[in-house]
């Protein structure tokens, strides 16, 4: 690895891998870094080594990552595999972790093509053994082909709940029941949306192809869930809920919950881009133009780390940002960008048509957002409940931050990952004001864990 790129991108899913394939191709220094092994991304992972019965049961959209994939091994662009970034500033100089150590490098341009990341919802239950995400069901369906042998129940709200569930019912597993807690009023306030999801119209057939499929095969979907929380003595035993109007069991050992996804934005953070709160997609996400470019000069961002729009949308996000690189760093004309990026902008226009739609239709229920039940822990790291987070509001502390010091609340491991949309939207209820400002948990280095070992063995003049 070089001490200097012209271009360093920042993840290796669709955006990141499209923005260093076009700019690669104008001769200029080229990196992507990445946690994974191969190339792809959460949404593509193991794309390369996928058997090919693995591949059909994941789907048509999954299996065009082999396309981006192959693009770019055919690019100059160079990558490097299970390579951590721990840092990131503003004067474009990237912390990152490999082969065990550490070390500093910089770049002319910097694209963080960083992703998105399930939204994490404290609920009743939620952390006993047997309690997953569906991301996470899902990367070992790609990675390994491990299914659950003893039935699963998916819960929670979003089109990956469907698609994880068609796909399950492809490889033989048992769907106990598929819960939506969407609540049923958003079908009516969604309906102005939908003449202009017509547009998009393709995605909408593919949700009711699902749906079709799984009704056939007797797969309960229940939608309006409210109450749910999961129950056992030292692991899920069975899922509780409310629907109609009546409690209901289900006896399972395993729940897979998911809530819609959020832009992965603590590199963004810790560089220090202005980050703005997206009403219609319940999260914070970094300010930026239609080519990527932050506030920052040379940081660009692309895919569902800068908003949630879908890997399609992320990988022609990404060429945007890869040209816009380009005419940065003088290897192309404002006019020759403009004239490269006329298909890729018309993608981006008519896949978003969607999103209104599907943005108020899967809206997460406000009571849910700020975990109601006062004994849930919220903070799994410093086993922190939405109690003593509302009691820390009533002592006076009227923000995130300041919540988050007197409690040590997002102070663990995870760095508040887990917990501070929840933490967010809980001080926003208690102290009845507006979500957007409570602020989000300051982000500082290091990003990902790093040990005193390897941040010794920096070089004194590359410590940031």
């Known amino acids: 690895m070089k001490n200097h790129y012209q271009l360093l991108v920042i993840g290796g899913g669709p955006a990141g891998l499209a923005a260093a394939t076009v700019a690669s191709a104008e001769g200029i220094s080229c990196a992507v870094l990445d946690e994974q092994a191969t190339p792809g991304g959460q949404i593509y992972r193991a794309i390369e080594s996928i058997p090919e019965q693995r591949g059909k049961q994941l789907g048509s959209e999954y299996l065009r990552g082999k396309t ?33 150590e550490a070390d500093i490098i910089s770049a002319d341009q910097i694209i963080v093509a960083s992703g998105a990341m399930e939204r ?137 919950t998911h809530f819609g996804v959020i832009p992965h934005i603590w590199l963004t953070q810790s560089a220090g881009c202005k980050h703005q709160w997206d009403e219609s997609q319940q999260c914070w996400r970094p300010e930026h133009d239609e080519w990527g470019n932050t506030d920052l000069p040379g940081i660009l961002v692309a895919g569902d780390g800068a908003g949630i729009n879908g890997a399609r949308s992320a990988e022609h996000a990404g ?69 003593e987070v509302r009691q820390a509001v009533r002592e006076g502390h009227d923000n995130t931050n300041q919540v988050k010091f007197f409690t040590r609340c997002g102070m663990g491991p995870c760095q508040g990952r887990q917990c501070s949309n929840a933490v967010a939207h809980i001080v926003a209820d208690e102290g009845g004001m507006p979500v957007e400002k409570m602020g989000h948990y300051r982000g500082r280095p290091p990003v990902t864990p790093l040990t005193l070992e390897q941040l010794a063995g920096l070089n004194k003049e590359d410590v940031l």
């Open 68 to 100: 981006i994939a192959s693009e770019f091994r055919a690019s100059d662009a160079e990558f490097y595999a299970e390579t951590k970034v721990w840092s990131l500033n503003s004067e474009r100089e990237v912390g990152v972790i490999r082969s065990n």
């Open 120 to 256: 994490p919802i404290p609920f009743p239950g939620w952390t006993l053994p047997g309690v997953m995400q569906a991301g996470a069901g899902q990367i070992l369906f790609k990675s390994a082909g491990i299914v659950p042998d003893n039935g699963v129940v998916l819960a929670g709200s979003g089109p990956l709940l469907l698609l994880l569930a068609w796909q399950y019912l492809h490889a033989g597993v048992e769907v106990k029941a598929l819960l939506d807690v969407t609540p049923l009023s958003n079908h009516i306030t969604a309906l102005p949306k939908f003449p202009r999801a017509l547009l998009a119209h393709q995605y909408l057939i593919k949700g009711i192809g699902y749906q079709i499929e799984l009704k056939r095969a007797g797969i309960p979907m229940l939608f309006g869930v409210s109450d749910l929380r999961a129950e056992g003595e030292e692991l899920c035993q069975r899922v509780c809920f409310k629907h109609s109007g009546k409690q209901k069991t289900i006896e399972s050992e395993l729940l897979l």
């Open 319 to 387: 060429r945007l940002a890869g040209l816009e690189a380009l005419f940065a760093l003088g290897a192309i004309s404002r006019e020759e960008r403009d004239r490269k990026a006329v298909k890729d902008r018309k993608w981006v226009r008519d896949e978003r048509h969607i999103r209104p739609f599907l943005e108020k239709y899967y809206q997460i229920p406000k009571d849910m957002l700020a975990t109601s039940d006062d004994k849930t822990i919220v903070c799994r790291c410093e086993e922190i409940t939405a109690g």
